[in-house]
């Protein structure tokens, strides 16, 4: 990059918020799907001025910006392919203010998820989207992907509790979406549009979203089943069952062993273990709910039960869910890649018999756990292969095509629930949606983003892009 635009940036941010550091641009080269790209520079803003100057210069130069929170995405969302400027919003992370009589909080796009919920207990509410990586991801970031979480299921995702947003548009205009009302249908909700836009319409600055009050009485039960089929049978059956449990979630025997030995928790030996948890303001209320999930659930044959009695206990079984990503990764020869398919809930017993074959067909150069958000038909099948290995690497896109070809799409389902397409789900784009609409987002791209600036090479929205 041209010295003359290095120099304009630190005129911008101040020299200490520009970095060429090599170890700098490695780090912020990857997030943990298999791809890297390496940025010119790294430039810190801490106020909107900033970012939209920056985005001015940009433009004027057609310079690519990749906006990035935490890079805790795990389909090349945050990488700069094209080099240009890593925009490291970390640095805009206050919380500006907490209505309390209009339930609403502003914050900047750098707040950390799990900071935003320390900052609202003592207030009795709390911001329910809840992904693992809740003690890392930002706020920004989680709109970038439209992040969901354990509590989908009852409580939605990101964009549910999204009012308003300030976003910088590519050439420096700053605009605001939405409001602070709870209805209004005066535009084409573009605050919608931005949440999943994954960095390639504009910069997100501000952002005001609803809370909700902090249930004050929890139900956990735990199944362990000896099939596989059994413990998606007992999902549907949950699901049926009339409530809407808080979380429902599936571990798988490989993702349960692992995360056992990681956290050195006694957990029985079963082909899957299934959490659902109730929550709410009324005791009675919750408990009569998870009586009811409890009935359902048994009719698909539980070898075994645990209702948490104490908060002790239902931290052990979040904390069991929680560790099965990272055992995964301790525990692979290299690569760790969390995938994320949707289903319509029925088809979970299906497509989790087959997930469990994929590696049979890979001839065994990658192996899976399953775990995730079944109880709203998200599953994140993780792959643990050696991506340096070429042999493996090709077996783990040849076991994605099998994945989303295969299962999720002729199953009604989606290639990503929650996690984005980023690079990695970029060439199925157009097998999910066909051509037409992807011209149609296309087109949505260019009136934000004539210049292609905004994380430009990434598969939403061309869907073209073969990695
Ligand atoms: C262990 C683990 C568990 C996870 N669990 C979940 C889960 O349960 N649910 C879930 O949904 N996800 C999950 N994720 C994925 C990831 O954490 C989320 O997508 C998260 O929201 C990303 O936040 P981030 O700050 O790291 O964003 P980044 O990874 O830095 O960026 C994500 C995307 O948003 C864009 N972006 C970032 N900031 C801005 C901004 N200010 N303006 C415009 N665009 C921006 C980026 O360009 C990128 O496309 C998990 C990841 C890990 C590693």
Known sequence: MDEKIIEELKNIVGEEDVSTDPLEIYVHSRDSAPFQGFADVIVRPESTEEVSQILKLANDYKIPVYPRGSGTSICGGPIPVLGGIVLAM??????????????????????????????????????????????????????????????????????????????????????????????????????????????????????????????????????????????????????????????????????????????????????????????????????????????????????????????????????????????????????TCMEDMSVPVPKIPDALVKL????????????????????????HPTFQYDEREPEQREAFFKALDIMYREIALPMGGTVTGEHGIGLIRAKYLIDEYGAEVVELMKGIKKVFDPNNIMNPDKGKPWGVIEV
Not at 176 to 204: H, I, P, Q, W
Request: overall charge negative; charged content about 25%.
């Open 356 to 379: 469990q074959k994929i590696p049979e067909r890979v001839n065994n150069l990658v192996s899976i756990g399953i775990f995730g958000h079944a109880g709203d038909g998200n599953l």
């Open 90 to 335: 970390y640095k805009m992370n206050r919380i500006i203010e907490f209505d309390r009589e209009n339930l609403m909080v502003t914050v900047e796009p750098g707040v950390i998820c799990d900071d935003l919920n320390e900052f609202l207990a003592p207030y009795g509410y709390f911001f329910p989207p809840d992904p693992g990586s809740s003690n890392a991801a930002t706020i920004g970031g989680m709109v970038g992907h439209n992040a969901g979480g354990m509590l989908a299921l009852k409580y939605g995702t990101t964009k549910d509790w999204i009012q308003w947003l300030e976003v910088v548009l590519p050439g420096g205009k700053v605009i605001r979406t939405g409001s602070n009302t709870l209805k209004s249908v005066s535009d084409y909700d573009l605050t919608k549009l931005f949440c999943a836009s994954e960095g390639t319409l504009g910069v997100v600055t501000k952002i005001g979203m609803r809370v909700a009050p902090k249930p004050k009485y929890y139900r956990t039960v735990l199944f362990y089943f000896d099939d596989l089929r059994k413990a998606g049978n007992a999902i549907v059956n949950v699901r049926s069952s009339g409530v809407v449990p808080a979380a429902l979630e599936i571990i798988d025997r490989i993702s349960m062993k692992t995360a056992g030995e990681y956290t050195g928790m006694d957990l029985p030996e079963a082909e899957a273990m299934l959490i659902v948890q109730t929550d709410g303001l009324v005791e009675e209320q919750v408990q009569r709910e998870i009586e009811i999930c409890f009935e359902a659930a048994k009719k698909a044959e539980p070898i075994e039960w645990m209702m948490a009695e104490t908060e002790e206990e239902r931290n052990k079984a979040w904390a069991a869910r929680k560790a099965a990503y990272p055992a995964l990764v301790r525990t692979s020869p290299a690569t």
